[in-house]
């Protein structure tokens, strides 16, 4: 169950390395050969949906053909998801939750290609993202708030005297709920996704011993991986809508006036 | 020592199922309640349903917890148990398993 099945990278890395023709900084890495893939597939992801939105976006029609109302749409529905989430002013958050959000879908997704791995298997990327999330929600609570707004929130939102004396206590404690959001945010879209990873390959360890009853396993691979692009789906759905509540909460009580 | 090996397989297998059953109960419950208001208003059924979503992911994470915490109780604390025992690595384990039924005989 530890055993890294082979990507695309890893094949070209071994390749490269018998005809010794590698770069000079990959000649030794000491982190392991199957994390080039995390960096190559990211990358990959990154190209692919900058240049399509780059080609779409530089001719925008009056009358958009297919793919241009596809993106138009998909760009839409998400500014009406955030609207609905945090409330009137929802919008001006698109820029990073919706590319969270298209950003998360490919990741995932991608791992269910032969040949390639989910970066988002990997406990470093979701969280890098989710540290990315949280740092933004800070800055945003500090930028709508004032920093002493911020701090009072923090401590509770305190209002009248037992409230202002409890207040050091709670100090420590919204700290402590804070400080555990990205683990939550990230442990869950990383179990999710590596456990997929990890279910399909015990079922295609089934296949050698299965002996005359060989097409069995490929018959449950099957429901497997609908659930699969299900799971990518939701799990990205999940991030962005948890982020957004984040906002929502830090942001709740400046909308009374 | 087998009994060390033995009690770990249990707390493993344990922990998962005991997550996943309790998991389920939960979810079922917010599942009910949730197409129940769906059936009494189904005007209101996008904005229950983000919400039931919402809720169900936030419960599927507890048991993704354990899922993690058992799957790397598996892979280290295991090979920890058994470079224990025979002193070695697991791949040496193994071998030294498989010598020791060719040495026994008998039909493996």
């Known amino acids: 169950m530890t055993e890294h099945p082979p990507t695309i990278v890893t094949l070209l890395y071994y390749l490269l390395k ?57 760009v839409e529905k998400l500014a009406e998801l955030l609207d609905s989430l945090i409330g009137p002013g929802g919008r001006k958050y698109l820029p990073l939750l919706g590319s969270l959000f298209l950003f998360i879908t490919c990741l995932n997704l991608m791992g269910l290609i032969p040949g390639i791995k989910s970066p988002t298997s ?40 037992i409230m202002w004396g409890l207040a050091p206590l709670m100090f420590p404690l919204h700290i402590l709920g804070e400080a555990v959001k990205p683990l939550s945010l990230s442990l869950r879209l990383f179990g999710n996704i590596s456990g997929e990873d990890t279910i399909i390959l015990s079922i ?14 490929f018959i449950l691979l099957l429901f497997l991986f609908g659930l699969a692009v299900v ?17 929502m909460i830090s942001t709740a009580h400046t909308e009374e006036h | 020592m087998d009994l060390d090996i033995g009690l770990l397989g249990l707390a493993i297998g ?39 979503i919402i809720g169900l992911a936030l419960i599927e994470t507890l ?4 899922l993690l915490v058992t799957g790397f109780m598996l892979t ?7 470079k224990a025992k025979y002193g070695t690595d697991k791949v040496k384990a193994l071998q030294v398993e498989d010598e020791y039924n060719k040495a026994k005989g008998a039909g493996h």
Not at chain 1, 21 to 42: A, N, R, S
Not at chain 2, 22 to 33: D, V
């Open chain 1, 18 to 74: 018998e005809h010794g023709l590698l770069p000079g900084f990959l000649k030794d890495p000491h982190w392991g050969e199957q994390w080039l893939g995390l960096i190559v597939f990211t990358w990959l992801v990154i190209l692919i949906l900058g240049i399509v939105s780059f080609i779409v976006s530089r001719r925008l029609n009056k009358i958009p053909n297919r793919l241009q109302s596809v993106l138009e749409l998909t």
């Open chain 2, 14 to 52: 344990l922990g998962i199922a005991l997550a996943a059953a309790f998991g389920a109960l939960g979810q079922a419950k917010a599942i009910s309640s949730a197409v129940e208001s769906i059936a009494r208003q189904p005007e209101a059924g996008g904005r229950i349903f983000t919400a039931l």
């Open chain 1, 122 to 161: 990997n406990w470093n990327c979701t969280i890098a993202l989710a540290l990315i999330v949280i740092i933004y929600v800070q800055a945003v609570a500090i930028k709508e708030n004032g920093f002493l707004g911020y701090l009072k929130h923090l401590s509770g939102s305190p209002k009248g005297l």
């Open chain 1, 204 to 217: 295609v360890g089934l296949v050698k011993s299965a002996g005359l009853f060989a097409p069995l396993p």
């Open chain 2, 76 to 82: 280290k604390n295991l090979d920890d148990v058994i």
């Open chain 1, 231 to 247: 799971t990518s789906f939701l799990q990205a759905f999940i991030f962005t809508a948890l982020s957004s509540i984040y906002i």
């Open chain 2, 63 to 66: 048991v993704i917890y354990t």
